[in-house]
């Protein structure tokens, strides 16, 4: 699988489309589609009736269409607003005004397999278009929503390049399976594991060529997906061509990055002056005469330019588009580089009248990483600020390193931070291409019913090496490093389904039955190779016992929904899905998962149709089930067998053998499920000037995978991973949008989201027990085996698990002073306290759009509210012992020890848990539209932006936002500032 390949096909496009002569010019008309407001309408559709020939609107509206004589008639149209037919007479220029389609609602939404009108929707779903999507910088498509729905948590992973984000749809459905939602681009499920040397799968694909996102929240909407969506969908449709003349788009943008805040460290003046006041002699002896500022030695300012070009149109009556885009983006941690060229291509021919719709969907993607050693963000933060970058001498490549007294390398000391990233190379070569040929059509002896082929792949490699010398301190001790590592996955897919619709007037009602089948096949190629030392000398006992592992499942599914409207205002939805996964054994394969899901339009009836103020009220309710597969191993139900170490062999006789052993498994493990009921109501005010919606979710999962303790034997641990596990989640939605003003020449639009959210754990074990303390998760840096949260029933997912910390009178913390919580005389682990998890309680979201002549600028703002952060960086580095380090070298201390006076460090004091509540503003925007230039053939468009503008928080550490919830040398989110430029011609 190549790009090349993919550019074979879009360059000969590209030619021919330049080549194309569309129409026999008889006479060119020009004109121009706008809203009510008098605001261009791009992408509009022109035809001329009883053909195929058309054209698309550019930026600002405007259109040029050749037509054979003046009895033409135009037909526009466009989604969202009312289409019009206009005779072209002796008209030389036509201006048509096109209005809101409120009767439906204005969105046409994806939903799985097929689509359905927004008035239609008996679920909670979410469609987020273009015009809404978060501006600037955007590397990876998730960015584009943050903030934009209410009941969705985008985390971003860090500031590396092509860093990915961790997705929650209403905080998630499990403990220990995966939390992410489910992906489709293009009604192709992707698979969540991910591909070597990618920091992020979904970086791959290029967020110019999205069209839309919708976010199916609920089980009415996502229980036709089964035993994948217990975390929610989300459905990604990607840009297609349009019918009419060809039109070309380029946009270009250049963007600098900097670090916004910097972690609150001592000064090398304040390092000494504790040295001197607290140091031995030694210690004081190793004080040294540099001022280093060791967190500005390993950041950067950071270029990235990300240039798209893509060609639109229709050939031969087929529309199509064909994109190419190329990425380089630096990361401001020094040497991290990401560059992407990807190229995708759509066809859409019709044939018999339009009866069969063809779409082909390819996109292919080259990833090529440098990845800078994150090693550096934590070494910047400890190493010693009095000590120089270079040492002066030649060995371990010249950098500063901490040696003893025979000038030996000092096994646990700090390495040097710029050593760390200069001394270590990690490259890879990533290629991903994903796509799909459908065939829908609609039979011509029954025109009421279709037929739908899907048939998908995507199929991706991954491919990479580390280099390290051997004289790189580092792994100085093992002589440094020369390894490699290939991955290959491929996901293919067929889905065939039949739809039947049916409008039947006699009994004012409609029908909408799908029924279908569908195949999907995953497989993995690990490619196993052993450690190896610089020189390429094998590590010792790493040689693997295969070349390769190629771990695989299929799912197969059957799969129906019934949509049933009673004059157009009482809706029913009925969905029912049976998979089959081979991720579980034969008796535990197949599950269940079916919804029902009721809506009554009241603004369709007599009493509010006609009304001035409500334009829209539909009440809804919903209860469906739905599973997760996505549980870790590819073959949880079988046992998996390790081979003994070398020093682990079993005696027979006077020979030593190494055995294997089985990990303990459960062959009865299954799916989780989850239940869930949804009601909501959706409203819309003043000709949907204000418009939104409310919900209220509960949601049950069961059978959660959970870990038990079990009576150990010769071969197997004391825990075993079940289901046991049961976890409720509940919450209430607010979605808010509003026009405050709507003019020719100034219209303003502002969106608001809320989310309030509260989950906790029912059960975890297969018996009652009051007394379990549950499971200790959320390890730490510093100590062995130091954990800070856990799951214990009757509190929340990952509470944090912590002693109470005893203050003085000055409030100051008093070390090893905790709340005897039981009054027992000791402090022990009975001491522990359970309190806030992971979850915030609130989630906020605030989007604002301006529009004055031809300025426009925006903005979006999110807030989390009762967000909790256990700092370790902090408490790695609060403590006098950490800069006094007995191992015979000195290291930086966070500033806070000065506030505590800690000589140890005090890891499991909830002194280190946060509130890390905060405001955000993500993005502010501005850009000016020149409409028409260069002889009027081309439109312009200039833009600026600022992403990660400023925080608002309480919190110490270097960014109240990380997933987990623990702080630990956080890849810091850089400030970004953008120029660009987008071209129409």
């Known amino acids: 699988m190549s790009l090349k390949r993919l550019l074979k096909i879009a360059l000969p496009l590209f030619i021919m489309t330049l080549q194309l002569g569309v129409f026999a010019q008889v006479r060119t008309i020009t004109g121009k589609v706008a809203d009510k407001d008098g605001n261009g ?25 050749s037509i054979p004589d003046n009895s033409a008639v135009l037909v526009i149209s466009s989604i ?91 905080s998630g459905a499990s403990l220990n399976a995966t939390n992410d939602p489910l992906i489709v681009v293009d009604g192709v499920p992707l698979d969540n594991s991910g591909i070597s040397g990618a920091a992020n799968g979904l970086a791959l694909i290029n967020p110019n060529d999205i069209e839309s996102f919708n976010v199916l929240k609920d089980a009415s909407a996502t229980a036709i997906f089964g035993s994948r969506a217990s975390n929610g969908v989300i459905i990604i449709t990607t840009k297609k061509g349009k019918r009419g003349a060809p039109t070309f788009n380029f946009s270009t943008q250049l963007s600098v990055a900097k670090i916004a805040d910097k972690i609150d460290l001592l000064s090398p003046a304040q390092i000494r002056a504790i040295v001197q006041e607290r140091g031995n002699d030694d210690q004081i002896a190793n004080i040294g005469n540099a001022n280093t500022d060791w967190q500005d030695e390993i950041y950067r300012q950071a270029l990235t330019t990300d240039n798209n070009f893509s060609a639109s149109g229709s050939l031969m009556g087929m529309p199509y588009r064909a994109s190419l885009g190329y990425l380089n983006q630096q990361g401001v941690l020094t040497g991290g580089t990401l560059k992407r060229n990807s190229a995708a291509i759509n066809l859409s021919p019709r044939f018999f009248n339009d009866n069969l719709k063809v779409d082909l969907n390819v996109r292919g993607a080259v990833s090529r990483n440098d990845f800078a050693n994150e090693g550096a963000i934590g070494a910047a933060i400890n190493f010693d600020p009095t000590q120089p970058v270079r040492s002066g001498k030649t060995e371990f490549g010249g950098y500063y390193e901490w040696l003893d007294n025979d000038d030996n390398l000092i096994n646990l000391a700090t390495r040097n931070p710029v050593g760390l990233l200069n001394t270590r190379i990690d490259k890879s070569i990533v290629e991903r291409s994903l796509g799909n040929i459908q065939f829908d059509y609609k039979f011509h002896f029954l025109p009421d019913l279709r037929a739908n082929l899907n048939l998908g792949y995507d199929v991706s490699q991954g491919e990479g090496t580390v280099f390290v010398p051997a004289y790189a301190a580092q792994s100085f001790f093992r002589e440094g490093v020369n390894n490699n590592y290939l991955q290959s996955n491929t996901n293919k897919l067929m889905d065939f389904y039949l739809n039947y619709v049916k ?80 991720r579980f054994s034969p008796d535990n394969r197949w599950g269940m998962f079916p919804s029902v899901a ?80 949804n009601v909501g109501v959706d409203f819309g005010f003043l000709s949907n000037r204000i418009s939104g919606s409310v919900e ?40 808010l949008n509003t026009t405050p003003v709507s003019s020719n020449d100034f219209s303003w639009d502002i969106g608001f989201n809320a989310t309030y959210q509260q989950n906790e754990i029912t059960n975890l074990s297969l018996f009652k027990n009051d007394d379990a303390e549950g499971n200790r998760i959320g390890g730490i840096a510093g100590g062995t085996g130091n954990t800070v949260q856990i799951n214990s029933v009757g509190y929340n997912r990952a509470a944090f698990y912590l002693y109470q910390q005893v203050y003085d009178a000055n409030g100051r913390p008093i070390e090893g002073a905790y709340v005897d919580q039981n009054g027992d005389g ?65 290291s930086n201390g966070s500033s806070n020890v000065l506030e505590t006076n800690f000589y140890n460090n005090q890891y499991l004091s909830d002194y280190y848990l946060e509130n890390a509540s905060f405001l955000r503003m993500d993005n502010i925007n501005l850009g000016y539209n020149f409409g028409k230039v260069f002889n009027s053939k081309v439109g312009l468009r200039l833009n600026a932006n600022v992403q990660n503008v400023f925080v608002v928080t309480k919190y110490k550490g270097i960014d109240p936002e990380i997933n987990g919830g623990i702080d630990n040398n956080f890849y810091p989110r850089p400030r970004v500032f953008t120029v660009g430029a987008n071209l129409d011609f």
Do not use: C, H
């Open 826 to 890: 000791s402090i022990n682990q009975n001491d522990l306290v359970r309190s806030q998890g992971i979850d915030p309680t609130w989630l906020l979201g605030l989007s604002s759009n301006l529009n004055w002549k031809k300025w426009s600028a925006g903005f979006v703002m999110r807030a989390n509210i009762d967000n909790y952060m256990y700092n370790n960086v902090f408490s790695g580095t609060g403590a006098y012992r950490n800069i006094l380090n007995p191992g015979g070298f000195l």
């Open 696 to 735: 209220y979710f509960k949601k049950e999962s069961t059978d959660l995978l959970s870990e038990i303790f079990i009576p150990a034997g010769s071969n197997f641990s004391n825990k075993l991973t079940t289901n046991v596990g049961s976890l409720d989640v509940e919450g209430v939605e607010f979605t």
């Open 80 to 170: 969202g607003f009312t289409g019009q037919e206009v005779l072209v007479g002796e008209l030389g220029e036509i201006i048509v005004s096109l209005a809101n389609d409120n009767s439906a609602l204005g969105e046409v939404v994806v939903v799985g397999y097929g689509t359905q009108r927004k008035k239609d929707l008996t679920g909670a779903v979410t469609l987020v278009t273009a015009k809404d999507f978060q501006k600037g910088n955007i590397t990876t498509p998730e960015q584009m929503i943050a903030g934009k729905v209410a009941g969705v948590q985008i985390t971003g992973n860090g500031g590396a390049p092509g860093a990915g984000s961790t997705i929650r749809i209403r």
């Open 598 to 677: 009721f809506a009554w339009r009241a603004s369709d009836e007599e009493f509010l149709k006609n009304s001035d103020v409500v334009s829209d009220l539909k009440f809804r309710v919903g209860y469906g089930v739905t599973g997760q597969q996505d549980i870790g191993s590819r073959y949880p139900y079988l046992p998996i067998y390790t081979l003994s170490t070398d020093d682990a062999r079993y005696q027979l006789g006077d020979t030593y053998y190494n055995m294997y052993r089985p990990n303990a498994y459960d062959p009865n493990i299954k799916w989780e499920e989850t239940s869930t009921f």
């Open 41 to 65: 309408i791009p992408g509009a559709t022109v035809t001329i009736k009883g053909t195929q020939r058309g054209v698309s609107t550019s930026a600002d509206g405007t259109f040029a269409i």
């Open 503 to 582: 409008n039947i007037k006699s009994i004012d009602s409609r029908i909408d039955l799908m029924a279908g089948y569908s195949y999907q096949d995953f497989k993995t190629k690990n490619f196993a190779y052993p450690d190896r030392n610089a020189a390429r000398e094998i590590i010792p006992n790493s040689e693997p016992l295969f070349p390769f592992d190629i771990p695989q499942y299929t799912l197969i599914s059957f799969f129906g929904r019934a949509n049933y409207a009673f004059k157009g205002k009482y809706l029913v939805t009925a969905t029912l899905r049976r998979d089959g996964s081979s």
